[in-house]
């Protein structure tokens, strides 16, 4: 049930907390829940980023707490200016009516959590945005291994693959997909839902095999070798992940072949989480920027009612003030490392360990070319597909990073859309490349065949200048946009204090928008459950001998390290343990 709202104190309480500033830029605060923090029948719950994770944590928060009869106030903190965080469209042209996926681009059949929001919102689905030429190739550097027109017949797609690969190896590989995927979506159901460890649950499901693997030992280990593993699959996991199978992990590796039914919403993917904070009734404080958090009462030894106080920067006033709620739990909503939040001593009972990101350039562009032949080594008459994913040489080895791209220099280049260029009313192609590194104009003029200028960009008002511009307008980003995610036997933990929630352990499991709303979902239930006193989230081995709030003695403590770096497994290591072996679970040795 709600509390209704006591406007007067919240506006106060906003007031205490705002630069004169902030008060007048209103639309960075969305007023929501009750900020009377007084009342003890009442949750003060802070939720730090609005991405995937925390969106679906206050948009849970709000339909648990309902279904359950638990009073929640909710805060979201959001650095940017927008909900969605690693989920954003841009407008090429500067066009604001023209929207392109930057970050997360599509989701699948599979993923629920998503599937239902874009149900119960009214959102409207599209294909994913490759659609302008429907051929796609794999290139090794030097040659294109591998070419297959999407739209056309199913029977003749696999035909395709069958006289390219054989029959046996594709059909393996689709089975384990599909069994690995299913594995996996236990997760979402009791007895596996809620959890308190994800370590756990790589155990409980079978699947630390696959995590604690390289995709090409866990590929090898279920029969799957050779060119289809080598083209398709790490063409796949370079374009999902930018890493290849030789370095990221086999559950990653089959998330990156389970793309059946990807779908994406009409005018961007960041609606969905949106629209889940608009139902959270939460607080919203756009362009505020959390920089610490510590106990309210400093001096108290009792931690299991520990209420912590934030401090925050917004991003007009740079003033570093004290949010004037007391918050009775925490859900840090981003990875940590990247936050700039500094967490007073004590208040962490496990620690955070850093993990090691991807560092991708991801470069959105608008040209009247099509690619030239003599970049692929083809002759001139050939015509190329739209998308070119890649995959690694003859004599590359399987780094990651920048060397990780091989021959190729990079992971994929989609041709996304074609649109019509605003300035010469003259119909265009909308380009995205993933890069390990920044694209240059050298680059674009190999691309192309055409001499790209140092900068991309055709003189405003310059008509002439415009009708021949190569790159009519670009975009480059550069992100950290998901784990490297090499083997690993242990995670980060959800519980990292007392009330205190952390997200970004999923990342190192499975990096999707799905995943991170999964992980949100997941902390919701655990803190209404601990408010209804509901032990929940526990162990629940195959011969279901654990209590279900008790947790399996992991290798890494409450107080400890381990389910961070220590987890990391060196490639080539086989993983020392047995999920059947659960309640015995050796030390991994690290
Ligand atoms: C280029 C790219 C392509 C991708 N493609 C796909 C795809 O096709 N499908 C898919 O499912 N996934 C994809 N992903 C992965 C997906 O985007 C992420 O897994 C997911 O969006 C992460 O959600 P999150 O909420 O955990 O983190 P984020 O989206 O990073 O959200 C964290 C939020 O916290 C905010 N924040 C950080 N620090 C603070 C602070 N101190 N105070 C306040 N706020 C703070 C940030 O501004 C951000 O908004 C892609 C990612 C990238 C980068």
Redesign the pocket.
Known sequence: MRLPCDLQSAAAALLLFTSPALARRIPDVIEGDNLDDKDTSVRQVAI????????SAAYHLRKYAAQYNVNVNITI????D??????LTINPYDDPSLRL???????IEK?YILNQSVEEFGLRKKDPDVGSDPKMGIWDGEKLVFEIDTSSSWISQLWHIVWKYGIRTPKRTNDLVQETVSKFLRMYEEPYFPFKSLTQRAYDLDLAPATGATGEEFLKANNIYGAYAHDIVQASTRV?YATNIGRLHGLDTMVAMAPAGATAVQGGNWQIFQKMVERSGATIMLN????SISFAKTGSEDTTSARYRLR?IHSSSQEDTSYPVEFDNVIL???YQ????NIADGVLETHIDEIPYVR?H?TIFTSPFRYSPGFFGLENSKALPGTVLTTLGKTDNATSGVAGAGSAGFFSISMLRKLVNPKTQKEEYAYKI?SPEKVTPEFLSRLFGVKVPETFIAEPNDQSSAEVSPISWYYPHV????PKAEPRVTFQDPIVGAGFYY??G??SFI???????L??KNVARLIVDDMRGVESGGVQSHDGSLAPGQQLKMTCDRAGRGAGKGGVRKAGEVPKTRPTELPEMPLVDL
């Open positions: 730090i980023g609005a991405g995937a994770a925390g969106s903190f959001e650095k940017t927008h909900i969605g965080g690693r989920t996926e930057l970050g997360a681009s599509i989701f993923n999902n505020t920027s959390v920089s925050a909503a981003n990875p990247f936050s700039d939040i991708l991801v993933f992100f950290y946009s998901y997200t970004s999923m990342e990096s999707t928008m799905e995943t991170n709303a992980m949100g």
